[in-house]
């Protein structure tokens, strides 16, 4: 909880969240002004896809590559909603740079609401400014990246469950409803299912029965696949095979298991992995795109199936680059930084970029104690939520600062918690006396 300090009357409380979101609006928009990223002006991998992809959605030509041919690159949840952006406004830069900024302002309410239904408004308040000015963070918002979008939907999700869970539970048809939601979560990130093992294990630790809890989270996983449906029948009609979310998934899965992994993806993996795939990317697509995801799953499932000992080996190390900074915009932004700082500035921002982030780790790492079953309906859930996604993430895939991003608003409010403990400890601690 809060510990001893009062709570701050609602109306107070109002006017705080009200000035941090303020706060959080013009430091996002200070860095879409003062960092100019144009993933138009050159190739930049996932931006320039996504602002391609909502571009010819836009003009009705469907969800198609720059060669013209069916795809399912990347999941299709960022760019049909960058797609309607676009129609609404024009394909303008700005305008889904704003977006982030929209998006990023609404999450930082949400970590504020999900401390509240936990009990613990003023750690909300302390989290959602955390999360308000949190640098790393703050750097996402001049990129066309899905971040800010899955990040909201991610906290949005973890939200409602925690609502229900203070609220003693929903019904299965809400569950459902939940899944359908993940569901399409999922495909803005394919990860967004991966909330239903933290919903089921915070529900067990809390004392529900195991038939309940299966219950309903076989509710959930139906909604997860009802979503899904639509999308894997059009991958199926239109490419000639039933991609699950998106052909990233197939190739982030053979980085992150294979003879080529190390537990992190770079451009030295370039060689090997065009040496064992070169001729069926070579193929026209959508034929080529098939054949690649194909294989990947296959030899990525089979590399696994045979090196357990290796999968195992390797989850350190992916652990180690999902967390060891929050440097994860600094490469889609390099040449912006480059206009406006030195080298040696550029190097100066990231360290505190870091430290900030460092300092949010290591409190939250420490507020850990604070989230347990005991400690109030649904409290388990926020390290539950770090555990299972950092798990689950370095089984299956590859470590990267990107990962972690949509776990900021979680680490804010552990992080509060703490702060709020410490401070309420120091002004109980009698003065020494003469």
């Known amino acids: 909880m809060d510990g001893p300090a009062p709570a701050a009357p609602a109306l107070r409380?109002?006017?705080?969240?009200?000035?941090?979101?303020?706060?959080?609006?013009?430091?996002?928009?200070?860095?879409?002004?003062?960092?100019?990223?144009?993933?138009?002006?050159h190739w930049s991998y996932d931006m320039s896809w996504y602002d391609g992809a909502a571009r010819r959605l836009a003009k009705g030509w469907g969800y198609i590559g720059v060669d013209a041919a069916p795809?399912?690159?990347?999941?299709?949840?960022?760019?049909?909603?960058?797609?309607?952006?676009?129609?609404?406004?024009?394909?303008?830069?700005?305008?889904?740079?704003?977006?982030?900024?929209?998006?990023?302002?609404?999450?930082?309410?949400?970590?504020?609401?999900?401390a509240r239904e936990l009990r613990r408004p003023?750690?909300?308040?302390?989290?959602?400014?955390?999360?308000?000015?949190?640098?790393?963070?703050?750097?996402?918002?001049?990129?066309?990246?899905?971040e800010a979008l899955f990040a909201f939907l991610f906290c949005l999700a973890l939200w409602v469950f925690i609502r229900?869970?203070?609220?003693?539970?929903?019904?299965?048809?809400?569950?459902?409803?939940?899944?359908?939601?993940?569901?399409?979560?999922?495909l803005v990130r394919g990860v967004g299912f991966f909330l239903l093992p933290v919903f089921a294990s915070t529900r067990l630790l809390e004392g529900?029965?195991?038939?309940?809890?299966?219950?309903?989270?076989?509710?959930?996983?139906?909604?997860?696949?009802?979503?899904?449906?639509?999308?894997?029948?059009?991958?199926?009609?239109?490419?000639?095979?039933?991609?699950?979310?998106?052909s990233d998934g197939a190739f982030a899965l053979y980085v992150g298991n294979s003879p080529i992994a190390t537990g992190y993806h770079d451009m030295t993996m370039r060689e090997p992995y065009l040496a064992r795939f070169g001729e069926l990317i070579e193929q026209p697509n959508p034929r080529g795109e098939v054949e690649v995801v194909r294989a990947e799953m296959r030899e990525a499932l089979a590399w696994m199936v045979r090196n357990p000992?290796?999968?195992?080996?390797?989850?350190?190390?992916?652990?180690?680059?999902?967390w060891k900074d929050d440097r994860g915009a600094r490469t889609w932004m390099k040449e912006g930084l480059a206009r406006r700082l030195s080298p040696g500035a550029q190097e100066a921002l990231f360290g505190a970029v870091d430290a900030f982030y460092w300092a949010v780790l290591a409190l939250a790492l420490l507020g850990v104690r604070?989230?347990?079953?005991?400690?109030?309906?649904?409290a388990v859930a926020l390290p539950l939520t770090i555990a299972w996604m950092t798990m689950l993430h370095a089984i299956f895939f590859f470590g990267s600062s990107r990962l972690h991003v949509p776990l900021l608003p979680v680490l804010s409010i552990m992080a509060a918690s703490e702060?709020?403990?410490?401070?309420?400890?120091?002004?109980l601690t009698p003065a020494p006396t003469g």
């Open 13 to 41: 409380r109002r006017l705080i969240i009200l000035a941090i979101l303020a706060v959080a609006v013009v430091v996002r928009l200070a860095a879409v002004l003062l960092i100019e990223v144009d993933p138009r002006a």
């Open 164 to 186: 229900w869970d203070a609220r003693g539970g929903a019904g299965t048809g809400s569950w459902l409803g939940l899944g359908v939601f993940l569901g399409a979560t999922s």
């Open 370 to 378: 604070r989230f347990l079953p005991r400690d109030g309906a649904g």
């Open 71 to 114: 795809t399912a690159a990347w999941p299709p949840g960022y760019p049909l909603v960058l797609a309607a952006l676009y129609l609404l406004v024009g394909p303008s830069l700005l305008a889904a740079k704003l977006l982030n900024v929209v998006l990023a302002a609404a999450t930082v309410l949400l970590t504020y609401l999900i």
């Open 419 to 427: 702060i709020v403990a410490l401070v309420g400890r120091r002004a």
């Open 309 to 322: 000992h290796r999968v195992a080996a390797l989850v350190p190390a992916k652990i180690f680059y999902m």
């Open 122 to 146: 003023v750690a909300g308040l302390v989290g959602a400014a955390i999360l308000a000015v949190f640098p790393g963070w703050v750097l996402f918002a001049p990129l066309v990246l899905s």
């Open 208 to 246: 529900a029965s195991w038939r309940a809890v299966g219950r309903t989270t076989l509710a959930a996983a139906a909604g997860v696949v009802i979503a899904m449906i639509p999308w894997t029948v059009r991958n199926h009609l239109r490419l000639g095979y039933p991609i699950l979310i998106a």
